[in-house]
């Protein structure tokens, strides 16, 4: 499913309890200098992350400072994080000029304790001959695995102008382990210049025809089954913000579409992608 680009004044974009991707959340929260969001989301464990601009987060009393540190876009720098605890209240007091914070959220019970990431975990692979080539910026990664419940968090980039990301196809819809787990899924799409745009597929069934979907500037799109790569257009780089809620583990084990599982063994280092979401 595809949602448009649109004002969504600070509220959820996707809701608690989704009809298509239940096991995730996603807010995208707006402020000026000055200006504060609470929120709460029960039933929900949830990552507060800076787009753009600095955030001070308070947690229940836990206090988080200047938090973010980018300038005006998600390529002006890296990601930092706060982590929120299921059903725990929490504040965001934007302390720059403005701000736009992503709030990704997974399911989850437990009741866990609060902490910042100040630095990511970083994957590059893939190469230019192939057209794959991206690095990725876990902000909720394989690191912080016993401190979090269900929830991945994640930024991708495309390295360069076009490509494909998320390519050799896989899908992560159905819990039948050890070869597959059952991950809902969110992006946000981001393009340089923000004229830009792509495409996101969703192949239901291998060797079948599926949806595609135009993405643009501020795309969401929900990843509810179905093998998924995207690209984007030549002369464009994109990114996406990713949330991955898992339904009984946070480790997630993707299964690559039988007619392509083959090119895993041609995309440069992309072994090692698969092992940091575990």
Known sequence: MHIAPHNNRNQAIVDVDNDNVPLVYLNIVKLKMGEAFEYQVPGYETCIVP???????DVEGQS??????????VWDGDPQGVYVPTGATST??????????FIAGAKYEKVLDPFDVREHDLVQYGSDDTKTHR????ILGQK?????GRLLVSELYTVGAGGWS??????HDTERLPIETHHDECYNFRFKPDYGSGLQMLQRVDNEPGDAYHIVNGSTVLIDNGYHPCCALPGYEMYYFTILGGLTQRSLVQYFQPTHAAQVETIPGIKDMIAKFK
């Open 51 to 57: 787009a753009t601009g600095t955030v001070d987060v």
């Open 64 to 73: 988080y400072k200047t938090i973010g540190g980018r300038g005006v876009d």
């Open 92 to 101: 965001i007091v934007c302390v720059s000029e403005a701000t736009e914070v």
């Open 135 to 138: 690095k990725i910026k876990h």
């Open 144 to 148: 912080q695995h016993d401190k979090v």
């Open 166 to 171: 998320g390519f050799p196809s896989h899908k």
